[in-house]
């Protein structure tokens, strides 16, 4: 019989962080890292959501899911930023992690401390940073 305490014992808190690039250039890949403290099971994955600053779900294609890797303390993943034909000014995504979830879509920790699991990247357009061609 297993007996689990009822309430918030830090021993059981997974503390959750997201890094990765700050900035991307429109049409360009940004990569992201989530680190957990302690290692989720294997088959454990990253339910992400996104909220958008001057920019839309047009803008990226969301990975809404990253797979842990084997230490069960890290998954990465990319997001592609869409290449469109507008001079623009830069716009920003927010990235956070929402969740650890198993196979089955249950929560892998009792306590999930998500302080630090969002993130921000600006699109910068890439039109923009082009030098105009004169004609002669």
């Known amino acids: 019989m297993i007996i689990d305490d ?8 997974v503390t959750v ?3 990765g690039d700050a900035s991307v250039t429109e049409g360009d890949i940004a990569n992201y890292t989530v680190n957990l403290d302690k290692a989720a099971p294997a088959g454990s994955v990253v339910i992400l ?3 958008y600053t001057g920019a839309n779900g047009e803008d990226i294609t969301e990975n809404l899911r990253a797979q842990v890797d084997a230490s069960g303390k890290q998954a990465t993943f990319t997001v592609s930023t ?3 034909a507008y001079i623009e000014d830069n716009e920003t995504f927010t990235i956070s992690v929402t969740d ?3 196979a089955d879509e249950r929560p892998v920790f009792e306590n999930t401390n998500l302080d630090g699991a969002s993130f921000d990247t600006t699109i910068n357009d890439d039109l923009a940073l082009r030098t105009p061609i004169r004609s002669q």
């Open 49 to 51: 959501t996104y909220e």
């Open 82 to 84: 869409r290449d469109d």
């Open 100 to 102: 650890i979830v198993n």
């Open 6 to 13: 009822v309430g918030t014992d830090p021993a059981d808190t």
């Open 17 to 19: 962080t997201l890094s």
